[in-house]
């Protein structure tokens, strides 16, 4: 088997400027940036999934949306397959559209990402046509025909003619799903691929995600701030924290033997639906601070249950505990 | 502490709205449950359940072309359908308010978050100005916001402030029941799990009642004392929290559980309902639940099964529960 990684990321930043008053600019104050991913690596095996698990404004889908060219990265590396992304060096590299050939994203909202106007069929068939594949019509169909089966809608020419506000949400999502994988890609990036689904459909969402990385090998990239859907299929999980990565690991290891005290809080509060097994929760009070002005030392410093005075000033990096399990808390030490 | 009188009771409720094609639409068939003084009871089942028609039933707040047909709300000793509108605004607020769904959207976006609770105190006419003004101060401070942001828009609140603002001015009045329609849903878990546990809180220095409506079983886990499972308009099951998670006897309500993803249970295989709810406007003639079942037997399509106790506080509406073998 191939043993390049499917994806490799090294120190990832992505600041996004704000929006300067002209009293300010011409005060010549500092431009201060919100930033939104500061300084995260990993990489992806082939036929791996990888959960990035955070709350809101944790920076979880901007790296989704870096790792596929819809946002340029302020610094650092995106390796796929051996090559650069985009890159203009004498390096070994790969051009966006080559990327998106290989690597496709499913959004979160199937409301809103499918084109209202066109048919189910002009949907998936689409990438074909923007990537230049596929010229022959026939060919064309057969391929829409067996995307269409693959993602659970049979009989896919059922669906050929129809439009989305025909289709239901998990439908819907199941057309998002077939028109990723019409390419055949490598690697998908979902990004909460299920929370706007009821819970029913949502499990049948997953485990087609799990039949299609199991039939197909694909590595996924699976973004949610749901750490008990993630607990279903990922292989590893990465928690992030304003903008930071926090811990890393195997699925199991991270969820039943957790490090940081973020992951601790996030797994404590996560609903289990069984009344007898109610357990004591870390609720962690007030909100994620703005990452515009980040705390000193540790960001996680002033929410943290059990942080001390050296945490204020130092900013823990990722250590690794055990093979593999890597978590960034000056609290911790290796076992 | 359940055996006293029911704070509401809810008996054969039945609701159907006219479509716009002039269809006929059952939201709700024979819906029935208790809510105990202190007791929080848990709504839960998928979008077009009838969740949401179920507490606009109860507070008479159906959108035009909605009616409710059969059934009776019994509030106390009074049953609220027989009230006159007139009648009902008094019940309304006072004794039952609504922290309504997407707390986002619902207050309004030019008035400042303290003045909108204030209003809602004014219009009930319990107090004077003054002893307003230190009601919505004290409401916010209750609900975990400082008084210093009375003044404040809802632009300037962060979601879990804006949620938290809503059950502040569903308070107002001091009901003793409360409806929370999907109060956690947009929220992200660690903000979820500070909502709950202000409701939890306020619950229990109050001793209201919560009728709490959710799609999310972990949620009714952590906080619920009775869950009444809805599919298609209908009651499938409804018991105490212990008998819908452990003792479950409705196919639904069993797959429900098992297609739940649990965090304590990693790698576990997620099961599946193939197909999707039944059109309120074309129900299937037997079991709403009928077309999707994996235990389904010949009858199912005929017979519409009703709700009934299988064991004390326990009951479902399947013809194959437990001890009905002689009425097959």
Known sequence: ?335 | MNNGKPLLSVRGLTTEFTTPEGKIARALEDVSFDVMPGQTIGLVGESGSGKTTTLMSLMRLLPAGGRITAGKVMFNDTNLLALSEREMRDYRWKSMAIVFQGAMNALNPVMKVGDQIHEAIMLHNLMDEDAAEKRVKDLLEMVGIARTRRDQYPHQYSGGMRQRAMIAMALACAPDLLFADEPTTALDVMIQAQVLQLLREIQKSLGLAIVLVTHDLGVVAEVCDSVVVMYGGKVAEYGTADHIYNEAQHPYTQKLLEAFPDVSKPGDTLASIPGTPPRLTNLPPGCRFEPRCHLKIEKCSQVNPPLLEVSPKHYVSCILREGAEADL
């Open chain 1, 1 to 335: 088997m191939n043993q390049t990684p499917m994806l490799e990321v090294r120190g990832l930043y992505k600041y996004f400027p704000v929006h300067q008053a002209l009293a300010d600019s011409l005060m010549r104050r500092p431009h201060s940036n919100v930033k939104a991913v500061d300084d995260v690596s990993f990489s992806l095996a082939r036929g791996e999934v990888l959960a990035v698990v955070g709350e809101s404004g944790c920076g979880k889908t901007t790296i989704a949306r870096t790792l596929i060219g819809l946002e340029a990265l302020t610094k650092g590396e995106i390796v796929f397959d051996g090559k650069l992304v985009n890159a203009h060096s004498q390096q070994p590299h790969i051009g966006l559209k080559q990327l998106r050939k290989r690597a496709q994203m499913i959004f979160q909202d199937p409301y809103e990402s499918l084109n209202p106007r066109a048919t189910i069929f002009e949907i998936v068939a689409e990438p074909l046509v923007v990537h230049g594949m596929i010229k022959d019509r026939k060919e064309r169909v057969a391929a829409v025909k067996s995307a269409l089966d693959d993602a659970g809608l049979r009989p896919a020419e059922d669906y050929f003619m129809r439009y989305p506000h025909e289709l239901s949400g998990g439908q819907r999502q199941r057309v998002v799903i077939a028109s990723a994988m019409v390419l055949q890609p490598e690697l998908l990036i979902a990004d909460e691929p299920v929370s706007m689904l009821d819970v029913s459909i949502r499990a049948e969402i997953l485990n087609l995600l799990r039949d299609l990385r199991q039939k197909r090998g694909i590595s996924i990239v699976f973004i949610t701030h749901d750490l008990s859907t993630v607990a279903y299929f990922a292989d590893r999980i990465a928690v992030m924290y304003l903008g930071r990565m926090v811990e890393i690991g195997p699925a199991r290891e991270v969820l039943q033997n957790p490090q940081h005290p973020y992951t601790k809080a996030l797994i404590s509060v996560a609903p289990v639906p069984n009344p007898r097994l109610r357990r004591e929760r870390v609720i962690l009070q007030g909100e994620t601070p703005n990452p515009i002005n980040l705390p000193s030392g540790c960001r996680f410093h002033p929410r943290c249950p059990v942080a001390v005075d050296m945490c204020k000033e130092n900013d823990p990096q990722l250590i690794e505990l055990k093979q593999g399990h890597q978590a960034a808390c000056l609290l911790v030490t290796k076992s």
